[in-house]
């Protein structure tokens, strides 16, 4: 039997405090912090934190930010949200797909973040011979705005390098601005401006 529902929008979801803990809409971040500006998202410079920029080979867009930290990664990319609803339930859904289809395993969990996937990321077999990642999954629901992050390296696995990186996570601010943007759209993300120019 099919279970047929109306299409409901889906709640926001976002850990406890996310007003005062993070991540950050623009409008809740401390303005005399000194953030490195990368567009869509602002970054909280410390002590062992190397930034990159992923970017599109056709389009030469930045799609995605990489941190590199704890000795973990995160990629975190800002999307275009509803006011009302979020999109972490459905984007969830996606990955378990998208992971499933590629002979990948996952497990959703509640995680410090809220709601995330753990999996097992099949992948080219490299020079040290693993042939599956483990990559953590996690998303928060701000106000018109959906933060994504993918977490591998230490993190995924050991509780104090988690810990650091969810630290980080949740001190990044997503500057949504007032552009009118269709729900699922990359927020759009830039260079950091060089000191001394303007």
Do not use: C, H
Not at 59 to 75: F, H, M, N, P, W
Request: hydrophobic share 40%.
């Amino acid at each position: 039997m099919t279970d047929i529902t109306p299409d409901v929008p889906a709640a926001k979801e976002a850990p406890e405090g996310r007003e005062t803990d993070g991540p950050f809409d623009e409008a809740e971040a401390n303005p005399v912090r000194p953030y490195i500006d990368l567009g869509g998202v602002k970054v909280l410079p410390r002590e062992g934190l190397n930034l990159r920029l992923e970017v599109e080979e056709q389009t030469k867009r930045i799609v995605a930010v990489g941190l590199d930290y704890a000795e973990s990664t995160l990629q975190v990319q800002p999307f275009a949200a509803p006011r009302t609803s979020g999109l972490w339930a459905e984007t969830r859904e996606q990955i378990r797909q998208q992971i499933r289809q590629q002979g990948g395993r996952v497990e959703e969990r509640v995680g410090p973040l809220g709601p995330e996937l753990l999996a097992e990321v099949p992948v080219a077999v490299g020079a040290d011979g693993a042939d599956k990642r483990l990559a953590r999954f996690v998303g928060v629901d701000g106000p018109r705005w959906f933060l994504r992050g993918v977490i591998g390296g230490a993190a995924t696995s050991d509780t104090d390098a988690a810990a650091q990186v969810e630290d980080l996570f949740r001190s990044l601010v997503v500057v949504r601005g007032g552009a009118p943007m269709p729900p699922r759209d990359l927020i759009p993300l830039k260079m950091p401006a060089t000191p001394g120019s303007a």
